[in-house]
């Protein structure tokens, strides 16, 4: 899942820190339930949040109909994954909730999130600015995801699996 880069540009994106990809596989090998998993990546990608930069300029542009992903690392062994995703103005997600833990932190933008309960009822809204960072874990991570603002946003992700293999960390959509 990427955009075609500038010719001026890299063409690949950069690779997480070495200091963070350490730090996540010492979180996952600990064997800890999904929600304390989540909140030890999230500790960790707090202390070690790359820039936008991550990405070339080309793939920050996004693209016109859909958000777009940049997998950026796979561990070996398929016990996480980390992904760029890029926001133009005005996308979103359908409400959806998740098959493993995820931690996410806004590199560029805003990133508006709506919170559901199992019944589908609103119960939190929140925007996330650059350098914040958040986790989650089912059961009770249902939400949905939107650009709001005029800005193009960039987040990073980590998942709890190997997210080339199973294609999308979403585990179901509700209407």
Known sequence: M???PARQARTTATPPSAELLAGIRA???THADW???AGLVAD???RHLPGADVLTAGQRRGAPDRPVGHVLHVEPDGTFSVVAL???PGQTTRIHDHITWCVVGVLQGV???ELYDERLDLIGVRDNHVGEVSGFAPPGDIHRI???HAATAVSLHV???DITRIGSSARRYYD
């Open 2 to 4: 990427t955009t075609s």
């Open 27 to 29: 979180v996952v090998r």
């Open 35 to 37: 929600d304390r998993t």
């Open 44 to 46: 960790r990608l707090r």
């Open 86 to 88: 890029v926001w133009r």
């Open 111 to 113: 990133e508006h999130e």
């Open 146 to 148: 939107r650009n709001t």
């Open 159 to 161: 998942y709890g699996t």
